[in-house]
């Protein structure tokens, strides 16, 4: 437990209905205690605990009433942080939330840091640190399915798995150690099949956690997409029937998108950071060029390309070079205007792109769309991750712990093979089992988990 005890407003800031102020540490219901004026009782420590109470926050010095509040006391150690907290509901607002915050900052409280609260959380035992780290992906998802992966980590479902699998390696470590230190002694040794079958179980269950990976950063973050093609096109008309509004402008000029647009959708829970692009060719005229300029930049930053072709028209240059640039691209080919009559060579197409999906589209009569949808959400999943499961690797950090684990087990595995000494193997095996605990907040280091709670937002 801390010390001294900190305060933060807990809402967004801004006009609003109710406001939050929290605080957690010791000295909570004394400083409230200070400031809170009940209106039927003297003191909110004559209430129950977690009972909202009626009243007023009042500064005694100049005695002025600040806000008429609701104030809850939660008793350590059934509460967020495992400390005493109050929480204050105020009218929401500058100028009250303001004056309540300072109120309790000159009465013994400290301004907490970001992140504070639930680093509290994680080290008083509540939570550990994949867990802490879901609560921020919590307030941060996107989509449905996003805040579902982010709630289901926050319930534990990446550290079981996790901890699972540092079971295994700590059995196969005490085995070891007893073989190690007890070799006069008549102890039955593990033997070099049972210690490759159970590093092996390790290896399986470790990889199977990165396979989720790639899926579990695009739920988390998105899927950067740019839609790439000549002027005219149907790019923009592409973007808006995507976002069931008029978002860009469209024209039959070619050129009148000069610039990139970005916007966020989700299709079937998987959050895209769309990308419409100016049309890619050459031009004398300066924005445009400019446009085009920033068109490739995004091209080849992006996640999925999908690429556009007119059907009404004969491939040009333009096609064929932007054709040549998207083969090394996880990329959907789209053929827009199917309505109008069919000039466009397919087979040039699948011979050029041939490992890429085609799909006929006319975004005019809103055809093909569904289909375009579908392979995204299968190019997202990749048959391997089914779209109901939960325990996805969302995290840079945690992809980098279990690629490190990987590395270290696949290491003990080759020397289990070699038959080398007990002791050899076992480092190994730490190594892994250190790594995995990095994840939960078991082995990690100090300035690391400072960093983390850094990017918390304040009052969380």
Avoid: W
């Avoid at 080849?300 to 556009?308: E, T």
């Avoid at 990987?406 to 730490?430: G, R, T």
């Amino acid at each position: 437990m801390f010390d001294d005890t900190i305060a933060a407003i807990a809402t967004a800031p801004g006009e609003a209905g109710i406001s939050i102020i929290r605080m957690s540490g010791s000295k909570s219901l004394e400083i409230v205690d200070k400031i809170f004026v009940p209106k039927k009782n003297k003191s909110i420590k004559n209430y129950p605990q977690r009972r909202l109470v009626y009243g007023h926050i009042v500064d005694k010095n100049k005695d002025k009433i600040i806000d008429e509040v609701l104030a809850v006391y939660m008793k350590a150690p059934f509460t967020y942080t495992r400390e005493d907290v109050v929480e204050i509901n105020c009218h929401g607002g500058i100028v009250p939330v303001r004056n309540i915050l300072d109120l309790i900052l000159k009465n013994g409280a400290r301004m907490a840091e970001p992140g504070e609260f639930t680093k509290r959380a994680f080290l008083n035992g509540r939570i550990d640190l994949a867990q802490a780290e879901a609560v921020m992906d919590i307030i941060s998802a996107k989509t449905d399915k996003g805040f579902d992966v982010a709630l289901n980590q926050l319930e534990g479902s990446l550290s079981k798995k996790v901890s699972e699998i540092r079971d295994i390696i700590v059995e196969l470590l005490a085995h070891l150690q007893v073989s190690i230190d007890y070799t006069e002694e008549d102890i039955q040794e593990i033997t070099y099949p049972e210690l490759l079958s159970k590093s092996e179980i390790v290896r399986d269950k470790i990889k199977k956690l990165l396979d989720t990976s790639e899926t579990g950063k695009i739920i988390r973050e998105g899927l950067n997409t740019v839609i790439v093609g000549k002027p005219n096109v149907g790019k923009s008309s592409l973007l808006n029937a995507l976002l069931r509004e008029s978002r860009a402008i469209v024209t039959d000029i070619p050129g009148t998108t000069r610039d990139v647009i970005e916007e966020y959708i989700s299709i079937r829970g998987i959050p895209l950071k769309i990308v419409d692009t100016a049309g890619i060719r050459e031009t004398e005229d300066v924005v445009e060029k400019m446009g085009v300029e920033r068109s490739k930049e995004f091209f080849n930053k992006a996640d999925l390309v999908i690429f556009m072709l007119d059907a009404s028209k004969e491939l040009t240059k333009e096609d064929r070079e932007i054709m040549e640039h998207v083969k090394n691209k996880k990329a959907i080919i789209l053929i827009n205007k199917t309505d109008l009559p069919q000039k466009i060579n397919e087979n040039e197409i699948k011979e050029i792109l041939h490992d890429k999906k085609i799909i006929k589209v006319s975004i005019a009569k809103e055809v093909g769309l569904n289909e375009l949808e579908e392979e995204i959400v299968k190019m997202v999943y990749g048959g391997r991750v089914k779209s109901r499961e939960m325990s996805l690797v969302t995290n840079i950090r945690h992809k980098n712990a279990l690629e490190k684990a990987l590395k270290s087990i696949e290491e003990s595995i080759e020397a289990i093979k070699q038959e080398l000494f007990f002791d050899l193997i076992a480092v190994d095996l730490n190594d892994c089992y250190e790594y995995l605990g990095e994840i939960t907040g078991d082995t990690v280091a100090e300035n690391i988990i400072d960093n983390i709670f850094k990017n918390f937002c304040l009052g969380k």
